[in-house]
């Protein structure tokens, strides 16, 4: 117990940390008192499924969002390597069948991608969410005219297995998630990447005056972004079977969303990739909640509604100061 | 000598009768124009009404004159799509409409009456608006049945399952008129059959990957109570169908859909999904061109004095099931429907009036 400025618990240092957690905390309680088998191993196993794409999104997004920026073209990019790995590995559309080669192939158009969104907003100087949602709806297209009406089927055994598949009884896609989590705490605490992304968004004409190469760092944070949403959109469409442009489908938001209640500001400088996390399990146990305590498919969006405002608030409690500019 | 003159008088008065039937062409053929209008090509169902659209235009040697109409999704982009092309002679062209959204209906057959246009439309439209009241130039509306859809793949279901045990349910947009329907059609079901039981049903919003979480979940909650999957459409059900091939399920739990989307088709060959229905692309992307063609050439009478469940009335839909699977897994060849675009036989897929 260390008070920070002497008002109690909920301004205490301690809290800074653990808004989110005790949020996290709160929901499963109720949700496992509310039915029982929501704390079941199977169940578990479901919901960190379903925090490991968005999970590798919200990573992605940490950064840009760290530097007070955002990319909203996570959702086009997936689509875009969803039809492109489909398309090389062996599938029911071409005669290809690159195996890994495609599967990297594809993470490289999200580079691609990635590195064109920085060069627009850190070059071209057009505001991040404008330029990335351009970037969106020009890769949506892209990928709507590789899909053609006849979204490939992928055949490539080993990309569907891994998609599906267990490993000691976890899912791969948690074991990439927590890999790519681990990759994105290291880059964030212990490179310049890290660090330069923290500055530039607590000031960026300060981190500008000091010297520091800003603009190839917002360009790296939107490559970082672009890569995992590749990734996001290689590992969706491995466990769907397909290329389709809808392996994203609100996906955006929801990484946002994470992102957010995690406790990472929009405004920049402040949060990691850790709450960034901890939001996105926050989702997945509130949508998988709801299916658990039978709320009725009507009523669900309003419910999620209300709990992700509580959630935010809950979370987010800590950071209210009068002087915080909240936009 | 007598019987020859009978002969004659005979033929005359037949030609004379064919006279009144069938109208004399309103078009010289070389000037129909058809048009496909709908929301994109991204997806088979859309896909393949194009192509029937176009297996029609070179069957009906008028493959020069077909155009595709995109929108997008964009109601305002469908109908400005058709004004524009009505500068040039709208008496001789025929649109083929799915629309975006009910609504979109209207402002087109207003276009089309305004004109001289000729449209046909297809699945549904707001209530209240019919072709045969004073809409002279809408030659007519196939409406789909969503509630019958619903019906006929939850008794397959049923019946796989033989009346017994517990099933899951995706449904569509809640908004949306087919969802609704579809839903309707399995409640209806469910309470002719006591023993089958509706554990949840969740809206997946049509989608395959909204689809495949929410069938993990409902495994990890119900377990091994959960012996069928019912989806509102194909989509959804190949999600769920992934989500079960995770758990080691797929083909042991019987899986339905609506559409008749390729892959559900060779899913259904397989074993992994047991049936969906379709009202098949292929058609409804024709029949309307056909018509038009029909009207337009004279080979039947104008549309104004059909009788009324001629010019609205239900499509009968394919039910796809194991047994005719690879019937459906191939590109149809324009001979499959030649039958049906044939003047005589325009409404041989009608099952009966829909107002």
Avoid at chain 1, 123 to 147: E, H, K, N
Avoid at chain 1, 296 to 303: C, D, F, I, N, S
Avoid at chain 2, 159 to 166: V, W
Wanted: glycine share 10%; aromatic share 8%; hydrophobic share 50%.
């Amino acid at each position: 117990m260390e008070p920070q400025h002497g008002q109690g618990v909920l301004k205490s240092t301690k809290f800074h940390r653990w808004g989110p957690c005790v949020a996290l905390i709160v929901l499963c309680v109720g949700f496992t008192l509310a039915g029982p088998r929501f704390a079941s191993m199977e169940n578990l196993r479901v919901i960190a499924e379903h925090s490991a794409i968005p999970l590798i999104l919200a990573v992605g997004m940490t950064f840009v969002v760290l530097q007070g920026a955002i990319d909203l073209s996570i959702e086009g990019v997936m689509a875009v390597s969803s039809l492109t790995v489909a398309m090389l590995v062996l599938n029911s559309r071409t005669g290809l069948d690159l195996g890994l080669t495609g599967v990297l192939l594809a993470l490289l158009s999200g580079v691609a991608i990635g590195f064109v969104n920085g060069i627009v907003v850190a070059r071209l100087r057009v505001p991040s969410f404008m330029a990335t949602l351009g970037i969106w709806s020009a890769a949506s297209g892209f990928a709507m005219l590789l899909s053609g009406g006849q979204p490939p089927r992928i055949h490539d055994h080993m990309l569907r297995a891994f998609g599906l598949g267990r490993t000691f009884s976890v899912p791969n896609v948690v074991i990439v998630a927590i890999v790519v989590l681990a990759l994105g705490y290291v880059l964030q605490n212990y490179t310049r990447f890290g660090r330069y992304s923290m500055a530039i968004g607590g000031g960026e004409q300060v981190a500008r005056l000091s010297g520091l190469p800003v603009d190839r760092y917002k360009v790296l944070a939107f490559v970082f972004s672009g890569l995992l949403a590749a990734l996001g959109g290689v590992l969706g469409s491995a466990q769907i079977g397909l290329g389709h442009i809808d392996v994203g489908l609100g996906q955006m938001f929801a990484t946002v969303t994470a992102v957010v209640i995690g406790g990472t500001s929009l405004s920049g400088g402040r949060g990691g990739v850790i709450q960034s996390a901890l939001g996105t399990v926050i989702l997945a146990v509130i949508a998988d909640g709801m299916i658990f305590i039978g709320i009725t498919p009507e009523l669900q969006k309003a419910v999620q509604g209300v709990i992700i405002l509580s959630v935010s608030l809950l979370a987010t409690w800590h950071l209210r100061s009068r002087l915080r500019i909240t936009r | 000598m007598k019987k020859r003159a009978l002969g004659i008088a005979g033929s005359l008065l037949f030609m004379l009768a064919a006279k009144i039937v069938a109208a004399p062409p309103l078009c010289d053929k070389s000037q129909i124009r058809l048009v496909n209008s709908m929301r994109e090509i991204a997806q088979p169902y859309h896909a393949d009404l194009d192509r029937g659209g176009r297996l029609f235009a070179r069957w009906a040697g008028l493959e020069q004159r077909y155009v595709l109409q995109l929108n997008q999704g964009d109601s305002a982009k469908q109908v400005s799509l058709m004004r524009a092309m009505l500068t040039t002679n709208p008496m001789c062209t025929i649109f083929n409409v799915e629309p975006n959204a009910d609504l979109v209906v209207q402002p087109m057959v207003d276009a089309a009456n305004q004109s001289g246009a000729w449209i046909v439309t297809h699945w549904a439209h707001r209530e209240g608006l019919h072709p045969f009241d004073g809409n002279d130039q809408w030659i007519a509306h196939v409406a789909v049945n969503s509630f019958e859809a619903g019906i006929a793949i939850s008794k397959l279901l049923s019946d796989a399952l033989g009346g017994n045990g517990g099933i899951v349910a995706l449904q569509g947009r809640l908004d949306t008129d087919p969802a609704r329907q579809r839903f309707a059609g399995l409640k209806q079901v469910l309470k002719s059959v006591p023993n089958l039981r509706l554990l949840d049903q969740q809206a997946a919003n049509w989608d395959r990957t909204a689809a495949f979480p929410i069938m993990q979940t409902w495994l990890a909650r119900y377990g091994n109570q959960i012996r069928g999957v019912w989806a509102a459409n194909d989509d959804m059900a190949l999600g769920a169908l992934e989500a079960l091939r995770a758990a080691g399920l797929a083909g042991r739990i019987p899986v339905v859909g609506v559409d008749g989307i390729p892959e559900a088709i060779e899913a259904i060959r397989k074993g992994e999904m047991i049936a969906t229905v379709s009202s098949d692309a292929y058609y409804q992307g024709s029949i309307g061109l056909a018509m038009g063609v029909c009207v337009l050439t004279g080979q039947v009478p104008l549309p104004k004095t059909w009788p009324k469940e001629k010019r609205e009335y239900y499509l009968k839909l394919q039910v796809i099931t194991k047994d005719n699977a690879t019937r459906y897994l191939s590109d149809p060849q324009a001979t499959a429907y030649a039958h049906e675009w044939d003047c005589a036989n325009l409404w041989s897929r009608s099952m009966g009036k829909a107002y």
